[in-house]
């Protein structure tokens, strides 16, 4: 018999909530070009670390209706570390200390991380236009 597993909206939201609990205070996403790794905890090897964002202190409000929308970022922290036309692909969301929880695509719509501009360079300033997670059935 196929899975059909439905969760309530007081799960969905736990869930989600336990990103924000998890990451902790002024988590950082991770931007790379190259390819996406299959999970979190696999290293990064050949891909370049494009530039870093520095989360607010407080991540994300309470989610509702298993959605997690993270707060703005707006501090200034993601200036362009690495090369001329490199292409933001994907990101690594991260604890302060640096242990990664989550991983996802990044482009300028319809990505898990959308930015204004993937397409960075040395020096620029790189800014998060939306980061929303879902908990869906």
């Known amino acids: 018999m196929a899975s059909n597993l439905k969760y309530s909206v007081t799960l969905k ?3 989600q909530a336990a990103i924000t609990t998890r990451l902790g205070a002024s988590a950082a996403y991770d931007l790379y070009d190259g390819t996406q790794p299959t999970s979190p905890e ?10 870093t964002l520095v989360c607010s202190t407080t991540l994300a409000p309470a989610p509702s209706g298993g959605v997690l929308i993270l707060n703005a970022i707006s501090n200034g922290t993601g200036t362009a570390a690495a090369g001329t036309g490199k292409t933001a692909n994907w990101y690594r969301l991260r604890t302060s200390a640096g242990v990664a929880h989550v991983d996802g695509t990044v482009g300028i719509s319809g990505c898990d991380l959308n930015l204004n501009n993937p397409n960075i360079a040395t020096g620029q300033t790189v800014s998060v236009s939306s980061s929303t997670y879902t908990n869906g059935n």
């Not at 696999?42 to 530039?51: D, G, K, P, R, S």
């Open 42 to 51: 696999t290293a990064v090897t050949t891909q370049n670390l494009l530039a």
């Open 13 to 15: 939201n736990d869930q």
